[in-house]
């Protein structure tokens, strides 16, 4: 179906011989906005690091088809030019490298995969200045090594400004909200918003509702035990505010 | 029998004020035992190592294994690659067979010579099975013979062996023969020739698969004879699934002439079985001239052979006039992991140099090193250790650390590690660091009313904690008096 | 005789073969002596150090059999073409080696007053003294050692260079020293570089090692010698861009007095087997001394580097960093000893080694070593071995760098630390690019390796 920007399914995977994932079926469309939630241990982490082709995961069944792209087939940086991005839930530093020289890396990377010539110097440093804006980024940072000595705010920040200048089809944030004071929080809902339009689609991976009270899910999916055991509107968030994952737990647990 | 009169065993309190005593002073395990004692002359040849053997009443294999070392080690030089300054030893000199007399071996406590119970006794060494409330199992070694082991019976309700090495010959043999010299070769050293010729007993111990030994195993050794060495082997096999936790102690009568220990000791650990490995060494170590105190020339080595097997080396060094040893591990199989926690400490003319080899040779292995150097007076403290990944082995993981305190201007502390690594997915860490107690943490203390010498006992136990801790209870209170010991008069 | 006695003693037949014939200036010849005899008292008692890498130990490097220009047949050298050094713009002081023989250029007939760089055959005659005793201080310390690199060197020099600032002179620009090996058959070629800084003088020393023979084996014995007099500053830079055939026993030997500064730092990009030795000793009060060394090793390329730093004066400084790259089979050593003497009070020495294993056959062996015999002291030393990060890699590549250029960039930054503590600016920002085009160049060399192994980036752009 030509509508279809991811499709999941039956997803299993694992780390170390033990499976987390056991039968992931998803499917997201341009536009949409998916949150998944879940209590810790649930395989939220899980899902993204394999849908991003992170190695330490290994895939034992299933498929993830991207806008016609056999994703799992796909290297972790081929999964990027395709437009896939992620936030990641504990950004790593990078001592030595800085954030400029990371991104120009980066840029330059996906444009030579889509066959465009590399940005010069100016045009690139004039779209990085614009980038920035969005999630008030400090000019300072970019000449620092990335997240070296960035505070957990900077950090993720430094992530979704990374995602405006990748200009991703398809985002995953992994727990972004955790470890952020209000404002910081504010200032990446309101960056990952300003990015969306109707072609692009964002999965927000998080434990609480708070951050959905700042990025609107059109769809709330509940992981437990590496499967998606219920699917809702934006009301589920809220009864999970209300109830806690116990009921869904038990639900689960005596069927 | 001797002509010793019967004394009264020592209550727990007594042995107790033993320990205490010991804080006291000088070295307090310097007496002598009055026990008659069946000595071999003096020398070493081929015809001695078919004495012990005879003596010994051994089976002809063993005898071959003797054999074999003895002609392999003529044709070797001791090593001279440590940093410690050996006089020449005179290998003719020395006697390599004493054992205290008796016609057979003892079949219960009243068997035993009133003398060596009176010398365990106060050595604070529980021979005495009603004694041994601490749930230690104990097998008490004095020169060269295995005098007398306890909880025999209990522990071989759960198939544990944990016996003399002569007695597992004679009980034993098929496990003895399959295990010997399979971790440490008669070739493998100078002084593991030498022990692997002459070796007189030590302890053996088996625990049979899925077992935890519930108690701890150890063992004291004593050397008591004037002009002798000892030579004892000990050699543990944990089978699948086992545990235990083993001890060894060890302590020496002053005497003016320097005594040889040249020991070896052998692990093997199968799948997810674990052992530990427990030293407090109190050899004499000479008095603060440097005359006489034991050479301490020890060989130990275990080999995790199964499947995520562990082996811990705990050591607190705090005797001997010349340390020389180095207990590692041989990390085989995979997911098996190795570790190495050490004190050492030296005073006065004390040398020594230790350390371990941690060989990786399985995928996913792990070790930790943490090596803690004490040195005070004009003593020389090394630390020397290899890490070695070999090509094959993939996500091997090392962290070393290794600090030395400096306690006097005269004495050295010493580092010498070696990191060879020859697989790409390996990552090694190593990091040491050098520093001396600081005036202000002793003015501090001082002014808080605690004098000099208890500060720095305080501040080297705290500098040593992250070993200490890793003692069985029992050995850990020892071990802190050890140390503050060795230490007395060293900061002027 | 034993095997090692019989490597040396080669060397010292085909010296007694010209006895007599050598036409060598005074200083030279005095130095040949002492080294003969240095030489005849190691040779007999080597034993090959077991912590060294075995190919770059000197009974591997001398063993072969190669020819030395003792009798000065004159080789040609068209020193001006051949000079393509990857650090041009200097604006400095330049004299060539080429082989063993030394070729001033213009740039050495107007140096500024107090500033002496010459041949060792042509010494001023109130410096021959000085010198000739810091080379036989060293020569018959190197006894000692049981090192015969320096004794060989002594043996066998003909010519070397002077680099001398006099009491009070202060050298901005520096003194580039370019060595160039071209052999036609297999040649060892002495070179020997005295550097010595008077009281309260500042030198800038950098030294280059080029080699334009990727099909015959060379080998270059270089000795570098100093003496940094009280309060005096010397800065030492060694850029080593060899061929696969080169190969290289270098030997650093140094004495500071009080208060006096030392950096030394050395970079392995191209070569074959490269062994240096360090062996400074702080004899005087307040010395600071600064040893650095980037190696970035491929295709079957060897390099060990070993410290020795005796702190025998009271509140010495010391920091040394030492950075290894391995790609392919290459193989890295590092041996580093700090050596607190007993009454070295207050000294501060530091010492980090830190390795990165990137070729799935690649090898490093690492020991540092700490002896120390003074309580009053601050000494530490760290040492890593191991792959790039892997989170780091996967960070990289899930923003869509591809594995290769975030293997190069994680490299690069790794050896950043080390460029940056060079404190000759020029210098610094050359080198970057250098190690970068290196690390270019590495990351695609053993399947394009045919003579010059991965150097073309290199090569080509300068």
Redesign the interface.
Known sequence: MSDELLKVTDLHAGIEGKEILRGINLTIRPGEVHAIMGPNGSGKSTLSGVLAGDPRFTVTSGQAVFHGVDLLSLSPEDRSHEGLFLSFQYPVEIPGVTMVNFMRAAVNAKRKYLNEPPLSANEFLKMMRQKRAIVELDNKLASRSVNEGFSGGEKKRNEIFQMAVLEPRLSILDETDSGLDIDALRIVAGGVNKLRTGQNATIVITHYQRLLDYIKPDVVHILYKGRIVYTGGPELALELEEKGYDWIKEQVDNN | MNDTTPQVPATPSESEQVISQATSGEYKYGFTSDIDTDIIPAGLSEEVVRLISRKKGEPEWLLDFRLKAFRYWLTLTPPD?A?LDIPPIDFQSISYFAAPKSKTAPKSLEEVDPALIDTFNRLGIPIEEQKALSGMAVDAVMDSVSVKTTHKERLAELGIIFCSFSEAVREYPDLVRKYLGKVVSYRDNFYAALNSAVFSDGSFVYIPKGVRCPMELSTYFRINASGTGQFERTLIVADDDAYVSYLEGCTAPMRDENQLHAAIVEIIVEERAEVKYSTVQNWYAGDAQGRGGVYNFVTKRGLCRGDYSKLSWTQVETGSAITWKYPSCILAGEGSVGEFYSVAVTNNRQQADTGTKMIHTGSNTRSTIVSKGISAGCSQNSYRGLVKVA?DATGVRNYTSCD?L???????????????????????????????ISEQQIFYCNQRGIPTEEAVALIVNGYAREVMNKLPMEFAVEAQKLLAITLENSVG | MSKYAQVFGQYLDLCRQVEGRRAAAPLIARLNKAGAEALGRIAGKYRPD??AVPQTRPDSLFAPDYGVNLMRVDLPVDAAAAFRCGVPNLNSYVGIVANDAFHPTHSLQSLPEGLTVCSLSAVPEHLVEKVINILIHIVDNSVETGDPTEALNALLLSDGILIHAAAGVKVDKAVQIVNISNPATPMLAPRRVVVIAEDDAGLKVLLCDHSQAPTVEHLSVECVSVDAAKGSSIEIYDIEEGQPTSRRAWRLNARQADSSRLSVATAFLQGGISGNGFHVECTGDHTQTSLSGLAICACGQVVDNSVTLVHKGLHGTSRQNFKSALYDDARGGFGGKIVVA??A?FTDAAQSNK?L???????????????????????????????LDDRAMFYMQSRGIPAEEARRMLTQSFMSDVVDSISFEVLRQRMHVLVEKRLSGAAASCDTCATACGSQPLNTEL
């Open positions: 690659w940093h090509k030395s400096l306690l006097s201007d005269t004495c050295g502390a010493h580092t010498f590690p070696v990191i060879d690594v020859a697989n790409p997915t390996a990552v090694v860490e190593h990091e040491a660091t050098t520093s001396k | 077991p912590m007993p009454g009070m390795n294993i990137i070729g799935d056959d690649a090898r490093m062996s690492t020991a540092p070593q700490l002896e120390i015999y003074c309580d009053e002291v601050k000494c530490s030393h760290g040492a890593t071995t191991g792959s």
